[in-house]
């Protein structure tokens, strides 16, 4: 039988790009269809230069001010009105559908979990357990951390205790840590007086010249893109796939997967921004199109011999969907701290990451943001009827002492958090939106009253005044679950290989495979665990 292709990967961000790489260098025939248009570094920051207000994409209120990324009808903004958003607690993530992928404008903190963030069942009677140990995934972890080009701090206790270095790792970080700017180096000394130990991330941004990437310089507006190119985004293994031989198809909408009565999946159909549609062969698939997009196009896919939809013969597409719902707090410091140096994020704190502490609150890291809201703070002291001499002064003196204190808290894989498709709102092209229906529970209500007193003992050390805390279900996009691994075919969707139980040649990857979510931020875990699919599909495609 001929096929279009080798391996047709559905999604060009990180994962389907580093899949792509690796079956592209090994000689396959491969295709990636991705949603939306391919876009350059230089237009982008354009957009963001010319704007009249500096945003990070978080801020849903300004859509158009702040988002310098294309918004065309057929992949419409997760700014507007296109997730419908159902459900208690409101899950408005930010994910980009271009060439290139969320990493786009993520803040690219790149951790590792701990071993015993495989194990929380076992160990904390709490979530689920991963088919597969933190010793089975270092290797990949080792070979994510070169591929991303990720800095980092050698010997550093990520576990939050301050002693010897944790997580194990068999080789050190590809490129040396960023330096550590002063705001980051005085708060730390306030701070270690009450037993917090600083931990300085590891991230995506270059320390040296790296596979063709520059040094960063400090740009400060790594979300919503780096200018000069020093932080890592997906749009590098996009470019080394097609020296390879693969194929990019753009503004390529896929909305059907179909699947022949064996069980073996035959093509995809997919649609291009004039409504012209297309079908597409391959004798392998890879699903990478992110934990929104993903669980949606599998749950569009339904027939009479798959009513259920792809993939799902256990019910669990498009549910346990996790994040890092977050709290914050305000302050203003009681000396000039001069925050706005460097990356938007590298100091944290995670004196709560681990232990039996978890079986009654969630692990949590504690970030401060790196970011100065000089817009808003004028915004507000004009309000106020400040002008003239006097505005100068005080933007400066609040410039230099205004903090942001940020908990990331691990959630829960809970069924009824879910994705589903709208039966009722669509897109340009008629395709459903995702609905998605999000929730917290108990766990999550304890660690946020914890988490609380915690933030209010870290403001008492540096003596601040004008806390104001924001307790209201903070999303920190970053889209878990969905589409979860696990040994039984009964409970989850994919094997530990990223394989569909239901399908042979369906491989699932991104950070929606992952069962449970500890309390960083997943992309290179997602990376890693892709990787290994890739040496899985190596020895058979």
């Known amino acids: 039988m001929d096929y279009d292709t080798d391996v047709l990967v559905i999604g060009s961000g990180v994962m389907g790009a580093l899949i792509a790489t690796r079956m592209a260098q090994a000689g396959k025939a491969v295709t990636i269809l991705e949603a939306g248009p391919r876009v350059t570094r230089a237009e982008i920051v354009e957009v963001f230069r010319n704007a009249p207000i500096k945003l990070s994409l978080t801020n849903i209120k300004l859509q158009g001010a702040g988002s310098p990324f294309p918004n065309p009808p057929h992949i419409p903004s997760t700014y507007g009105d296109y997730l419908q958003l159902k459900g208690p607690v409101k899950y408005p993530t930010k ?77 050190p970080f590809p490129m040396k840590g960023l330096p550590i700017p002063y705001f980051m180096t005085r708060l730390a000394d306030q701070l270690k007086v009450g037993g917090y130990n600083p931990i300085y991330e590891p991230n995506g941004r270059a320390t040296s010249a790296y596979k063709e990437r520059p040094l960063c310089s400090g740009n400060n507006n790594c979300n919503p ?59 392998y698939f890879v699903l990478a199109a992110y934990g929104i997009e993903s669980p949606k196009l599998l749950l569009m896919s339904t ?73 808003g703070l004028a915004s507000k002291l004009m309000d106020q009827g400040v002008y003239g001499s006097k505005l100068d002064a005080e933007i400066k003196r609040q410039s230099a002492r205004s903090l942001n204190f940020a908990i990331d808290f691990e959630t829960e894989a809970q069924p009824q958090n879910r994705v589903t498709p709208s039966t009722t709102a669509k897109d340009a092209l008629g395709i459903p939106k995702p609905e998605i229906y999000y929730s917290v529970n108990d766990y ?41 691994m696990g040994n039984d075919p009964r409970t989850s969707v994919v094997d530990k290989d990223c394989r569909s139980h239901d399908h042979p040649n369906l491989f699932i990857v991104g950070t929606n495979v992952m069962p449970s979510a500890s309390c960083v931020n997943p992309t290179l875990t997602g990376a890693a665990v892709t990787l290994r699919t890739a040496q899985v599909m190596l020895r058979e495609v």
Not at 346 to 373: C, F, H, W
């Open 303 to 375: 027939s009479e011999k798959y009513p259920n939809g792809i993939a799902n013969s256990s019910d669990q597409v498009g549910r346990n969907l996790m994040g890092h719902t977050g709290i914050a707090m305000n302050v203003m410091a009681s000396e000039d701290l001069w925050p706005g140096q460097g990356p938007t994020e590298l100091l944290v704190y995670m004196n709560y990451r681990d232990g039996e502490l978890r079986k009654q609150i969630p692990s949590y890291k504690t970030k401060l943001r790196n970011t100065v809201a000089t817009s």
């Open 444 to 484: 999550w209500n304890a660690g946020r009253d914890f988490g609380v007193k915690d933030l209010q003992k870290m403001a008492s050390l540096i003596n601040a005044t004008d806390i104001k805390m924001d307790t209201n279900h903070q999303d920190r996009q970053h889209i878990m679950g969905t589409t979860i």
């Open 95 to 171: 994910y980009l559908r271009v060439v290139g992928g969320t990493t786009w404008h993520f803040g690219s903190a790149l951790w590792r979990m701990i071993p015993n963030d495989f194990k929380i069942r076992t160990l904390y009677d709490r979530g689920r357990d991963w088919p597969m140990t933190y010793e089975e995934l270092e290797p990949f972890y080792c070979e994510a951390e070169a591929e991303l080009g990720v800095s980092g701090m050698d010997g550093q206790d990520e576990g939050g205790n301050g002693g010897e270095a944790w997580p194990p790792r068999s080789k």
């Open 225 to 283: 893109v780096c200018p000069s190119g020093a932080k890592y985004d997906g749009t590098r293994h996009v470019d080394e796939a097609e020296r390879h031989g693969a194929r990019v198809f753009d503004n390529s909408v896929v909305y059907k997967i179909e699947a022949d009565d064996s069980g073996k999946i035959v093509a995809v159909r997919y649609k291009k921004p004039d409504g012209t549609e297309h079908r597409m062969t391959a004798r």
